[in-house]
């Protein structure tokens, strides 16, 4: 069995890969470890840049998200008792999506169903080969001009890349909860608190996605409910607002590190997507970063130059890295507590609400940077 470009994983950076090059004519096989089912229904990102959703309205998979989705011109930030509104679209003229990931994998699995393309799902790979191209799985093999790494932190491919690895942990986590209520706000809340940290995102008119900053190995057991809720109201507490509570759906706790392999290309073999680079949650990024890098592959791989495909990546996920960080580290209480780092950290933060110039820098970076 041969193919042109083998693709491992059908997350947001394999199926979107799929999709751009269906469009050119080149022939992709897709292998997923898990169920169709269970890819369309786990909840990770929501946020999408204004350039992601313009790719995938390019793609041909942007009707449900633009009558689902919800276009947000800015965030808020909260600190010292006080929220204040960041307007993106003000500041610089873009604003971004809420559309969860969940919906994005549904449009582009359905997409290339209706298309007769292969997509293999509970499939796992066993093993690539970057010299010989040859993908193993649970039965078979297959040949690829081209491998695809898309298979996420955990997946086979990144071992298969001998890269330099740069790593950081964060000695906390998220707690996430999906909820059956509607939003209590009507943009993002980022709040900081001596609590913790804690954000206010949602899903739809009627799903709200709530986030609390926890201890990175926090046990679920000990979140009941109630607690979620006492925790959400008293991190993101202001006079003359409320925060209503609903069904909790779903409820997950999330680690955080930051991690890049360079280079994200060995042989025929190329990472895309968290395979290759992990941010923390807190600047959106993740989702973002994976279809920005399979936009660049699929320009290689149809007009050539994909020696240079990790280093044109690159440069945006050092971007991405930067801002993640800044973002997780300027927002949660540090562990010890430092009085210090929280000056300095309500300090930065008042200069985002002051200064139209560190605001537009803020805005620049969450809403997706134009050059790189
Ligand atoms: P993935 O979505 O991980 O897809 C990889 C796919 O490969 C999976 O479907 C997996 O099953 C499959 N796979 C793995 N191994 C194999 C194998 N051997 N063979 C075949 N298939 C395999 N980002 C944000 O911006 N905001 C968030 O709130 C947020 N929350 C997150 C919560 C969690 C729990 C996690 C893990 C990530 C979160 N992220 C978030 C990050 C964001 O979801 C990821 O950056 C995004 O999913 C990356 O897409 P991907 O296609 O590269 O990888
Ligand atoms: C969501 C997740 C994030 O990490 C973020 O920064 C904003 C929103 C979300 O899941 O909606």
Not at 2 to 23: F, N, S, Y
Not at 108 to 118: K, N, Q, V, W
Request: glycine share 12%.
């Amino acid at each position: 069995m041969r193919t042109q470009v083998g693709i491992v994983g059908a997350g947001p950076a394999g199926l979107t890969l799929g999709r751009l090059l269906e469009l050119q004519g080149i022939e992709t096989v897709i292998f997923e470890a898990r169920s169709r089912e269970y890819c369309e229904h786990r909840i990770r990102a929501g946020v999408l840049e204004q350039r992601v959703a313009d790719l995938l309205r390019e793609a041909g998979v942007g009707a449900r998200m633009d009558a689902e989705g919800i276009p947000h011109g800015g965030i808020h930030l909260q600190f010292a008792g006080e929220r204040h509104h960041l307007d993106f679209e003000e500041l610089i003229g873009r604003g971004i999506m809420i559309y969860g990931q969940t919906e994005v994998v549904k449009d582009l699995t359905a997409a290339r169903l209706e298309s007769g393309l292969p997509i293999h799902f509970e499939t796992p790979v066993e093993s690539v080969d970057p010299e010989t191209g040859v993908i193993r799985y649970a039965g078979g093999e297959l040949e690829c001009d081209v491998i695809a790494g898309c298979d996420g932190f955990h997946g086979v491919c990144r071992g298969a890349v001998p890269a330099r690895m740069f790593e950081r942990e964060y000695p906390f986590g998220w707690l996430g909860i999906l909820a059956q209520v509607a939003p209590s706000m009507d943009e993002l809340v980022y709040a900081h608190h001596e609590r913790g940290f804690a954000l206010l995102s949602l899903r739809s008119p009627q799903l709200s996605r709530y986030y609390v900053q926890v201890a990175h190995d926090e046990d679920v057991a000990h979140w009941p409910d109630e607690r979620v809720w006492d925790e959400l109201r008293a991190r993101t507490a202001l006079d003359g607002w409320e925060l209503h509570d609903g069904p909790v759906l779903e409820k997950g706790v999330t680690g955080m590190r930051s991690y890049v392999g360079e280079p994200m290309q060995h042989g025929r073999l190329y990472l895309a997507g968290d395979a290759a680079h992990i941010v923390p949650p807190t600047g959106a990024k993740g989702l973002n970063l994976a279809v920005n890098d399979v936009r660049i592959l699929a320009e290689a791989i149809v007009d050539g130059g994909l020696e240079h495909y990790s280093g044109q990546c690159l440069r945006r996920v050092w971007r991405a890295e930067h801002f993640s960080w800044w973002m997780t580290t300027m927002l949660h209480r540090l562990p010890g507590g430092d009085p210090f780092d929280e000056q300095l950290q309500l300090s930065q933060l008042r200069y985002l609400t002051t200064s139209e110039t560190a605001a537009r820098s803020l805005a620049g970076n969450y809403t997706g940077i134009e050059t790189v």
